[in-house]
C-alpha cells in the first residue's frame, strides 16, 4: 500500500499533534480542580473563607452589583416521601400568618431558608472556629472546628438555627447541623397560600468548596428521616463580593404590612395629598 501523504505533509502533521496536545491540555486544566495559589488560605493551610458573600439567593455577575432572587428546593431533587410525610412537608393555607408564613411577623427564617436568602453573608474564620453573620434580620451561627464526624454537644432544646459544628475533609468545609425547630423548609408558596416546612428531626450537612479564587460550590443535603426516605442534595453557589458591607436590618423598623395588614408609607401618603 502506498502512503498518501508525501514528505511535503510532515509539517502538516507536527502542526496538528502539536494542536492536539494544545487542545488536551488546555481541556485538562479545565477539569482540574483550582490552582492551590488561587484559593486563599489561613496560615495553617486551610482555605479561608473570610468575607462578604453572595449567597445561594445572587445571580453571581461577578461583579460589584448583583441580582438577588428568592431560591428555593427543587423538588425533583428530593427524594422519596415517606407515606404520612406530605402532611408534614406541605402545610395547607391555615389564615394563621404564624404558620403560613412567620417572617411576615418578623419571626426567624430559620437554617435552611437563611441559607439562600436573597441577603448578604459575612464569614468570619478564625483557626478554631467560623462565625457567620446573615444580614437578614442580623441571625449568626457560631460554628466550631474539630475532629470529623464528632459528636454534637447535648441539645437542650431545638432552636431555629440548630447546632453546628465544622470540620476540614482537604479543602472542602463541612458544616453539619442537628437541634432545629420544626420550621419553614423555605419561601415555597403555592397558590393556594400554602407552605413548605421540615421536621425537628432534620439533619442538615454543608459542603463548600471553593472553586477559584472569588467562587465556592455550595452543596446542601438535606436529610429529614420524619419526611423522606433518604437524604438528598441541592447543588448551589456562592461568590464573595471584596466591596460589599453588611448593612443594618431591624424587622419591626417601617413595617407596614405586619401580619399581612398594611398601611401607606409616608411617601404615599404625602403623594396623595
Not at 407515606?83 to 435552611?112: K, Q
Not at 483557626?127 to 453573620?133: K, R, S
Not at 442580623?138 to 432544646?157: D, L, Q, S, T, W
Not at 446542601?220 to 428521616?225: A, G, K, L, R, S
Request: aromatic share 10%.
Amino acid at each position: 500500500m502506498h502512503n498518501r501523504l508525501g514528505p511535503a505533509s510532515l509539517p502538516g502533521l507536527v502542526t496538528v499533534a502539536f494542536l492536539a496536545a494544545a487542545l488536551s491540555a488546555c481541556s485538562a486544566a479545565g477539569d482540574r480542580p483550582p490552582d492551590a495559589q488561587d484559593i486563599p488560605r489561613t496560615p495553617a493551610g486551610s482555605p479561608d473563607f473570610t468575607g462578604v458573600w453572595a449567597g445561594p439567593g445572587f445571580a453571581h455577575t461577578g461583579k460589584p452589583t448583583d441580582t438577588a432572587t428568592v431560591r428555593r428546593y427543587t423538588e425533583t431533587n428530593m427524594s422519596p416521601i415517606r407515606p404520612g410525610g406530605h402532611s408534614l412537608l406541605n402545610r395547607p393555607h391555615s389564615g394563621d400568618i404564624r404558620i403560613d408564613d412567620p417572617t411576615a411577623v418578623c419571626l426567624p427564617n430559620g437554617l435552611t431558608r437563611q441559607i439562600p436568602s436573597p441577603y448578604a453573608q459575612q464569614w468570619i474564620q478564625t483557626a478554631d472556629q467560623l462565625v457567620i453573620l446573615y444580614e437578614y434580620m442580623h441571625f449568626f451561627r457560631v460554628i466550631p472546628f474539630g475532629p470529623p464526624n464528632r459528636a454534637h454537644a447535648p441539645i437542650a432544646e431545638p432552636t431555629y438555627m440548630g447546632d453546628s459544628i465544622g470540620w476540614w475533609e482537604e479543602d472542602t468545609l463541612v458544616i453539619d447541623t442537628i437541634g432545629l425547630n420544626e420550621w419553614l423548609l423555605d419561601a415555597y408558596h403555592p397558590e393556594d397560600g400554602g407552605s413548605r416546612w421540615h421536621s425537628d428531626q432534620l439533619h442538615v450537612v454543608e459542603r463548600i468548596r471553593f472553586t477559584d479564587g472569588t467562587n465556592a460550590s455550595y452543596d446542601v443535603t438535606i436529610d429529614d428521616p420524619a419526611i423522606f426516605e433518604a437524604p438528598w442534595v441541592e447543588r448551589w453557589q456562592m461568590q464573595r463580593k471584596p466591596t460589599w458591607k453588611m448593612f443594618e436590618f431591624v424587622c419591626d423598623d417601617n413595617d407596614r404590612c405586619r401580619g399581612g395588614n398594611c398601611v401607606d408609607s409616608d411617601v404615599q401618603k404625602s403623594s396623595t395629598q
